[in-house]
Protein backbone atom coordinates (compact mmCIF):
# COMPACT_ATOMS: atom_id res chain seq x y z
CA UNK A 1 0.00 0.00 0.00
CA UNK A 2 0.63 3.62 -0.09
CA UNK A 3 3.18 5.35 2.49
CA UNK A 4 4.13 8.11 3.73
CA UNK A 5 7.35 8.71 5.52
CA UNK A 6 7.15 12.06 7.54
CA UNK A 7 10.32 13.31 9.09
CA UNK A 8 11.21 14.31 11.93
CA UNK A 9 9.39 12.24 14.07
CA UNK A 10 10.03 14.22 17.31
CA UNK A 11 11.98 17.92 17.49
CA UNK A 12 12.62 19.74 20.45
CA UNK A 13 14.04 23.69 19.35
CA UNK A 14 14.53 27.10 21.06
CA UNK A 15 11.40 29.93 20.63
CA UNK A 16 12.57 32.44 17.73
CA UNK A 17 13.92 29.34 15.66
CA UNK A 18 12.54 27.86 12.89
CA UNK A 19 11.77 24.06 11.96
CA UNK A 20 11.50 22.49 8.61
CA UNK A 21 8.97 19.09 8.64
CA UNK A 22 9.15 16.46 5.68
CA UNK A 23 6.66 14.43 3.88
CA UNK A 24 7.14 11.83 1.17
CA UNK A 25 5.18 9.55 -0.78
CA UNK A 26 6.73 6.66 -0.82
CA UNK A 27 5.62 4.34 -4.18
CA UNK A 28 2.71 7.05 -5.37
CA UNK A 29 2.52 10.78 -6.11
CA UNK A 30 0.80 13.18 -3.40
CA UNK A 31 -0.90 15.04 -5.98
CA UNK A 32 -2.71 17.24 -2.29
CA UNK A 33 -0.90 17.20 0.97
CA UNK A 34 -3.06 18.18 3.79
CA UNK A 35 -1.65 19.64 6.33
CA UNK A 36 -3.17 18.87 10.47
CA UNK A 37 -2.22 20.08 13.55
CA UNK A 38 -3.33 17.95 16.59
CA UNK A 39 -3.11 19.60 20.01
CA UNK A 40 -3.13 17.08 23.38
CA UNK A 41 -6.46 15.32 23.54
CA UNK A 42 -8.14 17.48 20.61
CA UNK A 43 -9.36 16.37 16.75
CA UNK A 44 -7.05 16.98 13.90
CA UNK A 45 -7.14 20.46 12.68
CA UNK A 46 -6.62 20.92 8.79
CA UNK A 47 -4.04 23.87 8.40
CA UNK A 48 -3.45 23.95 4.80
CA UNK A 49 -3.70 21.92 1.28
CA UNK A 50 -1.20 22.38 -1.12
CA UNK A 51 -1.14 20.91 -4.49
CA UNK A 52 1.91 20.27 -6.59
CA UNK A 53 3.57 23.14 -7.97
CA UNK A 54 1.35 25.41 -6.89
CA UNK A 55 0.60 27.86 -3.83
CA UNK A 56 -1.05 26.49 -0.76
CA UNK A 57 -4.53 27.31 0.53
CA UNK A 58 -4.14 27.96 4.25
CA UNK A 59 -7.58 27.30 6.82
CA UNK A 60 -8.91 30.16 8.43
CA UNK A 61 -7.23 31.31 11.05
CA UNK A 62 -3.64 29.74 9.99
CA UNK A 63 -0.76 32.14 9.32
CA UNK A 64 0.74 31.42 6.16
CA UNK A 65 3.80 33.69 6.58
CA UNK A 66 4.51 31.49 9.93
CA UNK A 67 3.52 28.16 8.81
CA UNK A 68 5.54 27.95 4.85
CA UNK A 69 4.33 25.28 2.87
CA UNK A 70 6.14 23.86 -0.22
CA UNK A 71 5.29 21.24 -2.65
CA UNK A 72 7.90 21.12 -5.47
CA UNK A 73 7.63 17.92 -6.13
CA UNK A 74 4.38 15.21 -6.12
CA UNK A 75 6.37 13.05 -3.61
CA UNK A 76 7.82 15.94 -1.41
CA UNK A 77 5.97 18.05 0.73
CA UNK A 78 7.47 20.41 3.58
CA UNK A 79 6.17 22.42 5.94
CA UNK A 80 8.33 25.10 8.24
CA UNK A 81 7.67 26.27 11.28
CA UNK A 82 8.74 30.19 11.42
CA UNK A 83 9.97 31.67 14.63
CA UNK A 84 8.45 28.89 16.76
CA UNK A 85 6.80 30.13 19.80
CA UNK A 86 5.96 27.62 22.77
CA UNK A 87 1.86 27.71 21.98
CA UNK A 88 3.28 25.98 18.61
CA UNK A 89 4.09 23.03 20.05
CA UNK A 90 1.70 20.71 18.89
CA UNK A 91 1.50 17.29 16.95
CA UNK A 92 2.11 17.90 13.34
CA UNK A 93 0.89 15.46 10.52
CA UNK A 94 0.52 14.72 6.28
CA UNK A 95 -2.12 13.49 5.09
CA UNK A 96 -1.23 12.50 1.03
CA UNK A 97 -3.70 12.05 -1.48
CA UNK A 98 -3.26 10.24 -4.98
CA UNK A 99 -6.39 9.01 -7.34
CA UNK A 100 -5.74 5.52 -6.20
CA UNK A 101 -4.95 5.13 -2.57
CA UNK A 102 -6.72 8.08 -1.22
CA UNK A 103 -5.50 9.40 1.87
CA UNK A 104 -2.74 8.49 3.32
CA UNK A 105 -1.06 9.68 6.77
CA UNK A 106 2.45 10.43 7.83
CA UNK A 107 3.32 9.48 11.02
CA UNK A 108 3.46 12.34 12.86
CA UNK A 109 5.88 14.80 13.87
CA UNK A 110 5.94 15.87 17.41
CA UNK A 111 7.16 19.50 17.74
CA UNK A 112 7.84 20.93 21.28
CA UNK A 113 9.65 24.57 21.69
CA UNK A 114 11.43 25.81 25.19
CA UNK B 1 -17.64 24.27 5.14
CA UNK B 2 -18.90 20.98 6.53
CA UNK B 3 -19.14 20.96 10.25
CA UNK B 4 -18.73 17.01 12.10
CA UNK B 5 -20.37 16.50 14.76
CA UNK B 6 -19.14 13.43 17.17
CA UNK B 7 -20.96 11.74 20.06
CA UNK B 8 -19.77 10.51 23.19
CA UNK B 9 -16.39 12.17 23.63
CA UNK B 10 -15.82 9.44 26.06
CA UNK B 11 -16.87 5.89 26.03
CA UNK B 12 -16.38 3.06 28.65
CA UNK B 13 -17.34 -0.42 28.08
CA UNK B 14 -16.81 -3.82 29.64
CA UNK B 15 -14.67 -6.46 27.21
CA UNK B 16 -16.88 -8.26 25.36
CA UNK B 17 -20.03 -6.03 25.14
CA UNK B 18 -20.81 -3.15 21.79
CA UNK B 19 -19.30 0.02 21.42
CA UNK B 20 -21.68 3.25 19.23
CA UNK B 21 -19.88 6.10 18.34
CA UNK B 22 -22.27 8.58 16.07
CA UNK B 23 -21.37 11.35 13.89
CA UNK B 24 -23.28 13.86 11.88
CA UNK B 25 -22.25 16.23 9.37
CA UNK B 26 -23.80 18.94 7.82
CA UNK B 27 -22.26 19.47 3.83
CA UNK B 28 -25.05 16.99 1.83
CA UNK B 29 -22.02 17.34 -0.78
CA UNK B 30 -20.57 14.66 1.71
CA UNK B 31 -20.18 11.06 -0.12
CA UNK B 32 -17.16 9.83 1.60
CA UNK B 33 -17.18 8.70 5.05
CA UNK B 34 -14.02 6.77 7.13
CA UNK B 35 -13.34 6.36 10.58
CA UNK B 36 -10.14 6.34 12.19
CA UNK B 37 -8.52 4.81 15.39
CA UNK B 38 -5.89 6.97 16.70
CA UNK B 39 -3.40 5.22 18.99
CA UNK B 40 -1.53 7.89 21.59
CA UNK B 41 1.24 10.08 19.59
CA UNK B 42 0.73 7.56 16.35
CA UNK B 43 -0.82 8.49 13.16
CA UNK B 44 -4.74 7.90 12.98
CA UNK B 45 -5.09 4.31 11.07
CA UNK B 46 -8.17 3.70 9.24
CA UNK B 47 -10.42 0.88 10.34
CA UNK B 48 -13.15 1.12 8.22
CA UNK B 49 -14.88 3.76 5.31
CA UNK B 50 -18.17 3.88 3.35
CA UNK B 51 -19.57 5.83 0.97
CA UNK B 52 -22.98 7.50 0.48
CA UNK B 53 -24.04 4.95 -2.49
CA UNK B 54 -24.05 2.29 0.64
CA UNK B 55 -26.32 2.26 3.67
CA UNK B 56 -23.91 -0.12 5.96
CA UNK B 57 -20.50 -2.11 5.58
CA UNK B 58 -19.32 -4.32 7.96
CA UNK B 59 -15.78 -6.09 8.86
CA UNK B 60 -15.58 -8.46 11.03
CA UNK B 61 -16.28 -6.82 14.22
CA UNK B 62 -16.61 -3.24 13.19
CA UNK B 63 -19.11 -1.92 11.15
CA UNK B 64 -20.58 1.50 9.67
CA UNK B 65 -24.07 2.77 9.09
CA UNK B 66 -25.49 5.18 6.88
CA UNK B 67 -28.56 7.48 6.81
CA UNK B 68 -27.89 10.20 4.00
CA UNK B 69 -31.20 11.46 4.40
CA UNK B 70 -30.71 12.34 8.33
CA UNK B 71 -26.93 13.21 7.24
CA UNK B 72 -25.33 10.99 10.22
CA UNK B 73 -23.32 7.75 10.48
CA UNK B 74 -22.33 5.72 13.28
CA UNK B 75 -19.44 3.01 13.98
CA UNK B 76 -20.31 -0.21 15.47
CA UNK B 77 -17.79 -2.21 17.40
CA UNK B 78 -18.77 -5.87 18.74
CA UNK B 79 -17.12 -8.20 21.11
CA UNK B 80 -14.97 -5.14 22.46
CA UNK B 81 -11.16 -6.10 23.22
CA UNK B 82 -8.78 -4.06 25.88
CA UNK B 83 -6.77 -3.95 22.83
CA UNK B 84 -9.71 -1.57 20.93
CA UNK B 85 -9.18 1.03 23.87
CA UNK B 86 -8.12 3.90 21.32
CA UNK B 87 -9.31 7.35 20.20
CA UNK B 88 -11.72 6.70 17.22
CA UNK B 89 -12.45 9.68 14.73
CA UNK B 90 -14.97 9.99 12.05
CA UNK B 91 -14.69 12.15 8.86
CA UNK B 92 -16.29 13.48 6.08
CA UNK B 93 -14.86 14.37 2.44
CA UNK B 94 -15.62 14.82 -1.11
CA UNK B 95 -14.96 12.39 -3.48
CA UNK B 96 -15.88 13.34 -6.93
CA UNK B 97 -16.18 10.76 -9.72
CA UNK B 98 -12.26 11.80 -11.03
CA UNK B 99 -11.05 9.74 -7.69
CA UNK B 100 -9.49 13.11 -6.70
CA UNK B 101 -10.61 13.73 -2.62
CA UNK B 102 -11.16 16.93 -0.84
CA UNK B 103 -10.00 17.45 2.34
CA UNK B 104 -11.16 15.38 5.26
CA UNK B 105 -13.20 17.27 8.25
CA UNK B 106 -12.38 15.46 11.54
CA UNK B 107 -14.94 14.84 14.79
CA UNK B 108 -13.64 15.98 17.86
CA UNK B 109 -13.38 11.96 18.43
CA UNK B 110 -14.07 9.68 21.00
CA UNK B 111 -12.17 7.79 23.91
CA UNK B 112 -13.17 4.24 24.33
CA UNK B 113 -12.03 2.16 27.00
CA UNK B 114 -12.56 -1.37 27.01
CA UNK B 115 -11.94 -2.82 30.43
CA UNK B 116 -10.85 -6.55 31.07
Known amino acids: GAVVSQHPSWVICKSGTSVKIECRSLDFQATTMFWYRQFPKQSLMLMAT?????????EQGVEKDKFLINHASLTLSTLTVTSAHPEDSSFYIC??????????FGSGTRLTVV | GENVEQHPSTLSVQEGDSAVIKCTYSDSASNYFPWYKQELGKRPQLIID?????GEKKDQRIAVTLNKTAKHFSLHITETQPEDSAVYFCAASIKNSGGSNYKLTFGKGTLLTVNP
Open chain 1, 50 to 58: SNEGSKATY
Open chain 1, 95 to 104: NGEDRVFGYT
Open chain 2, 50 to 54: IRSNV
